[in-house]
Each structure stands twice: as structure tokens, then as C-alpha cells.
């Protein structure tokens, strides 16, 4: 673990921080999309270096670093494309209704330095130069990222390129920075530096809710937005299980044990009915659970954490173990694990409804569609919730995707919920306690807007007018005027 | 002032409220919006009983609350138009990039149960039918409004004519519920109530921050929309004092002055330089506050709070009284006040900077354009922010737009902040303490998405779908697909 920044060093970074962003947010965003997208290549030219250092950092597989390295470079170029588009700055001109009325122009406008925290679980695409920091390069913020501890030196090279790659671009200095902060009291003193307008987290329940709880009681509060967990429940009806129990068990099931079920959008909770069709599910499920060959975990703390709510989750009442791996249970591996539990004894038990981070899932059987219901009623936010069924069968069932559709901030019909595709039409969020804003999104270029906001121009003279709002719109962008979009 | 709601009545109330989002959320569009449109068409039918009541309770002459009238029914039927076209929903479509990927599509939804507060400074325009009202029921939201104790009974009024729309429109009945609550710890169960999903407030700081409080340490954290009131700072440069010092002046005093100043963007503070130009500009203001007629003010609270704060600033060390009303003092009239002060003594006080709701203004005399940029850096979050000057001069002083455009919600040029349009282009909001949340806006159609979060639909089979999302857009919305927005 790399050494934590010194108390007395705050001070000085964020104010270079504050220079960089009033230098940057001024930069032409042909500029700063060409930075973006050359860093972009520069992290894809060092990756077999990056690939090594986090794989021994993290344990994942190099197949899996790779897809993940190229996810972060296509973030950074598509996030920065979007910048050429414009659509995310919501830009909308009002010419004068009725004479004496001015004009009034608006578009949003960068929040201001960013902290950013980088996830344990995607040392690449949700850490150093992830999404979020993607997202707020692309607004026009500089950033400061604290680098996870448990991968702290794949952060230490990718920021390097990302340095490299501002210096060699004309980027302000420190428009980028990087430090190592474990202690708390630090963490605490970033998050309620003044200078900083805005933070984003992906991480456990417990550190997201901290430092949201810092964000709210500043002197001046700021916008956390922080990923917390999901369950990613999946609701099978049982048209869809008489048509496919088999495949669709295998689909789940790798869905459940990829890299070791350690994504976001893991499926930990399978809510089914009771029949026949679904033994041939819950046989599939139990042959494949029970034969997978574990896998690393990405560290010590997640690996005991992953066993500790595992056990936690299996020793409640009634709950009953239907798999036993077949491998022998080494330490750091995370073994797959089914459970099985009633409708009726998982909706009175809260700790069953919590997200068991690895490769673990509990099933919950129901005796009709009510009890279905009643237990989607029974859950929290969710980033996503899946409904597997026949369109015919889901079209009688209205009742049970309001609910689903309530809780979540995607909802997937007949898919599984892991692969999260980046693009415009991505929702990567949820009702609290997955994240603490369900108003946004962490994947997709309107993530952009979690670090913007929106300012009006009112009757102010084209010479003195940004690029964007001129009245040629020499930037191509695309504006809302006269109820229409054009570009 | 009417007697509370009881506490034992809240339960059923929210209940209620929950029932009716459920099946107002499901209600098409174009019902919505019909009802919204009627709602507004009978409050101006009831504007004479409505304008009388209101009279009695704000003291507000009868033009200005016709005007207010129209404004709301305007706020009603513009952001239910909003929803016909549907650019606030920010529809994005994803079309498979490559094989086996799924379609995405992406929606506003509505958040769920809204509480909204009555705004004391606009009986009719920021209350019971006011600007969140009609935002949250364009989100297709229920809302219970909290009635502002000093026009309770306009806000009876109204609320019965709402109550009236929702019946003749067959909406679901109680999607508008209207309460007395007086009492804190009643105020605090109604934000604190699991069922309501977002707040919206206008008012003073203690009270929204109080709100923004309780909203983040509920045991589901939600958003509070708090406009918490500003001091919309004037920067008058010396070309532009050169050229029209008296007009302007004129201009500016009549924002000072109209309805006693009682606006959240009255002008508070106006920065000048010193010089013969600003003399003429200082003995117009001087003479407009000292022969203006005051005017009765809202109520006696407002009265009394804007003698306490006017008072507290006049007597801050180094403050020049530079304009003394030529009228007698009477009880409840706010009478206009013009002080005066160095640069130097205002950037060091900040009892100076804080807002006094009513028609007194501080003149901050800057010895140069370096310490109006000294001015501006030393001032809080605002709505909004406005610079006085000649497009030539303007174009010289980057640096000073730059931080007055940092601390601003709208900047203004050659204008003055008073007369907030209507509109899709319109911004007010800004960094806090001005507003809680300065990524949104609670005027313009953009105001609905405050009540908003998106939603993901993946791989949903077509008939599954809102109409919103449909293959053939039937209702003709704003989509944005293949980066173009098309209807």
C-alpha cells in the first residue's frame, strides 16, 4: 500500500486544482476531446504493462483486464465524442416571445474540481481513469482521484499516463491528480475541502453512505454520488420456465459466476415459482454452481467478506444450502454457493435481502404470482431488477413489473443484468440504497451531467457568448429552440 | 391561521397519496395534460374570488396578484404542453451496435409522492398551484402541498379548485392533498415520510435548510428542492455608467422597489466605481428610494424581519445611510433604504452580504476593476448575477464575467434580475446557499425533471413498453437515437 498524502499537502493540491479547472473549462472542446481520446490510446499502448501490474494486484484474469482496459479507453473517446455533439449540455435557447423580452440562452456548464474515488472491483473502467473520471474530464472538471488501496499500483500507472498525456497535450498542469489517502480522517478532509464541487463513488453501503453523509453536512453541501450495491433481482414466470429452463439456467448461472460474481450487477436473488419446470432449472443452476472451479477474489478483504455474508446469509432460518461445490475450499477462492428459501421466510428477513458480493445467489421459491409480488414489494433500490417471461404471460402481469419497475433504474425482460453497455440509452443508477441519486447515471455520456449545471445567458451580446450558445452554432451541437431540436 | 392536520391522520394520508401516483403514473399523457390545462382555465375563472382572498392575506395589490394568476395558469398549461413533446424526458434509444446486444431505451419516469411548501413571497405562483405543483403533476407525480400559514386561505381556495380539476378530470382522487401543519415536528414526519419521494421549498435559509436536512438523514435519503433566497449582485462598469447612468439607475430602482422588493432576484447589492458618471447614477437611485411610496408588505413577519435586517446592515461599521424615505414611517410598509459602502469594509463583513427580503439595497463603491473582482470572489452562491456594461468594456473584463458566472445560476447582461420568463431556456437555481441543488432548475418545463429519474428498459418487448418508447413513437416525443434527436 502506497503511503498516504501528508494533512499538510491538502491545501496546496486543491488550490492547483482549483488553477487547473479555470484554466481547463475555458479549453475548446475539440481540445479537450483530443486529450481525452489520446489518453485513451496511450492506456491502450501501455496495456500489457497495466495488465500485468493489476493482475497481480487484483487476481483477475488477463482476458477479463483487457476487455475492461479497452471498456475504460472506449469510455474516455465516446464520452469525449459526445462532447462534439453536444446533447448532454441540454442547451436551450429562448428567442423573445413578445418584444422587450430578452433572449435567454442555457446550456450546462462544468460543476468544478471532482474527487473520485476508484472501485476495488474494476481497476481499470471504474477506477483511476474510469467512467467517472471520464465523465467529469468530459464536463469540463478537473479531477482528483484517490486511488483504491487494494490496486494502488495499477492506479500509479495509470495516472501516470494520464499525466503524460495531459502534459503532452497542452492540459493545464494538475488537471489530473493523484493521491493515496487510507486514513479516514483524510478521506474526510478531501470530501469537505471547499474546493471540491462534487464526488464519485463506487463501492461498499457503508463508505458510500459516509462520505454522502460528509457531502451533506459541508458548509456548502455537494452533490455524492455514490453506487452502493444492488441485488439485481430476477423474476421468473413460469411460461418462461416451461419454454427454457435449461438455457436460461445457464445463462443466469454464468451471469452469477463470471470473475466471481464480483460486478455491481451480479445477480445475488432468483425469485421463481414452485413446479416442475423449475426443477430442471434449479437442477441446471445446482449442477453448475456445484462444478464451477473457483476463483480468485480480487483481495484478502473481499474474499473474508464475500465468506462472512455468505455464511451470514446461509445460517439464517430455513435457508437451505443447494449446492456444494465439489472443489476443495482453498483460501481466497471464492466458491459458488446456492441457497433455496419460502417465499414467505425471505420477506420477513432483511438480512437475506442483502447483496452477498461474489458468487453467491439465493433463490426464493413462491406458491403463486402474489407471493412474487409480494416479495418485489418487499425489496430496496436496485440498480437493476430482470423479468424472465413469455410477452404473453408478462402482459397479464402489469401489476408485478410496476413493482419492479418502481425499484429499479433498469429492468431487463429476459436477460440477465450483468453487461453494462456504454451508451446514450444507459441508466447505470438506482432508487436509494444502491446509489444516493437515482436521478443520474454512472455509464453513458449522460453521466456527464452528474458534474454540471446548468447556467442561463440572459441578453448577453454574441461577442461575449460561448462557442456553444453563438448564434451560428459553430460547434454543431445539438439546441432545443422553438420546441425543436436542430444542430 | 388554520389548525393543523393531526398527526395520527398522516399515515392515511400518505397512503392515500402513494394510491393515487400509482395509478396517475399510468394515466396517458394527453390526459395529463387536458387536466393541467382545465385546472389552469378554472383558476382564472375564480380569479376574482381568488384575487380578493388573496389581497386581504399579502397585502399584494390586485394587479400584481392577476398577474401572478396568469402566471400560474401559464406554469400549468406550458409544462403540461412540455409533456406533448416530451424534450424534458430525455428519451434515448439504443439500437443494437453489434449482434446479440440488446435494444436499450432510457426515460424520465416519475419519482413518486412529492411535498411541496407554499411559498410566502407568491400566494398564487410558488404555492398550492405554483411552479412545483405543476412540475411534479407534468412528472406525473401526487403532491401534498404544506399551506404557507400567512395565506391560508388563499391556499384553501386554490386548492379546492384543484381538488375540483382532479374530480371533473376523473384523476385519481386525492393525487392532490392539501395540509395545514404549523407545528415543526408535524413539518418534520411529512419530509420524513417514507412514502414521499422528493420536497420543494422556496423561503428562507433556515427553514430550507432545516428540510435539505431532514431529506438527506431520512432513513432513505431524498432530494429537497430548496430555493433558499439570494442577493443578485449588480456590477456596473464605468463605460456603461458613462453612457447611461441615469436611465439605468431608473431601471434598476424600479427592481428595487416593485411589490417592496419582496423577490428572491431583487437586486441586494450593486458594485460600482467611483466617479462623476456614477454620481448622476447615484443621485437618481437616491432620489427614486427617497420619494417612493412604500408599500404594506407581505405580513407582519416579512415586516418586521425586513425592519431587523435593514437595521443589522445599516448599522455594520463604515455603512452610510445614503437615502432617507420621505414618507412617515407606519407599521407594515416597507420603506425603501439605499446605503453605502467601501469595497474594502464590504469584503470584510459578511452580515453585509447576506440577503434583506424587502426594498433596501447596499451600493459597494470599488476603486477599480480589480476590487470589483475582489467583490465578486467574496460573495456566496446566487440565481443570479448581473453585469452592467458596454459590449467593449465587457469584452476586456474576461476574468470578472468568469467569477460572476462561477457563483450564478443566470447571468444577466445589461438587465436586471427581476421578471423571471417562463421558459424552456430559463435557469433559476444556483450554487448554494442560494439553492440546495444547483443542477436543477424550479422554472421552465426543465423544472419537472427535479420529480424525475431515468429509467432503462432492456430488451422490453414492444408491447410491454410506455407509448413513450414505442417502435413508431406514437406520440410524437423528442427522441434521441443514432445521435440525433428525431420526433
Known sequence: ????????????????????????????????????????????????????????????????????????AFQLTSYADACKNGYWMDIRIQKPAEENKPVIKKMNVPLGPVLIFGAGNFPFAYSTAGGDTACALAAGCSVMVKAHPQHAATSDAVAGIIEEAVKENNMPSHLFMHVHANDLSLVEKLVKHPVIKAVGFTGSYKAGKQIFDWGNTREQPIPVFAEMGSTNPVFILPGKMKESAEPYAQTVSDSILTDAGQFCTKPGILVIQKNTDANIFLKTLQDKMSQATPVAMLNVGIYENYEYKKGLSTEQENVKT????????????????????????????????????????IIVCCRDINEMKQVASSLEGQLTCTLAATVQEAGQQKELIKILQSICGRFIFNGVPTGVQVCPAMQHGGPFPATTSSLFTSVGPDGIKRFTRPLAFQNVAEELLPDALKETNPLQLWRYTDDRFTR
Chains 1, 2 share one sequence.
Open 1 to 72: 500500500m502506497n503511503s498516504d498524502m501528508k494533512i499538510h499537502e491538502i491545501n496546496a493540491k486543491m488550490e492547483a486544482l482549483k488553477s487547473a479547472f479555470d484554466q481547463y473549462r475555458e479549453i475548446p472542446l475539440s481540445q479537450r476531446t483530443r486529450f481525452m481520446h489520446d489518453t485513451g490510446e496511450r492506456l491502450l499502448k501501455n496495456k500489457d504493462r497495466l495488465i500485468q501490474i493489476a493482475m497481480k494486484e487484483t487476481h483477475l484474469p488477463a482476458e477479463r483486464l483487457l476487455g475492461e482496459l479497452k471498456r475504460t
Open 322 to 361: 443447494i449446492s456444494t461445490n465439489k472443489h476443495n475450499r482453498q483460501p481466497l477462492m471464492g466458491t459458488p454457493q446456492l441457497t433455496l428459501i419460502d417465499a414467505k421466510d425471505f420477506i420477513a428477513n432483511n438480512v437475506l435481502k442483502q447483496e452477498v458480493f461474489g458468487p453467491y445467489c
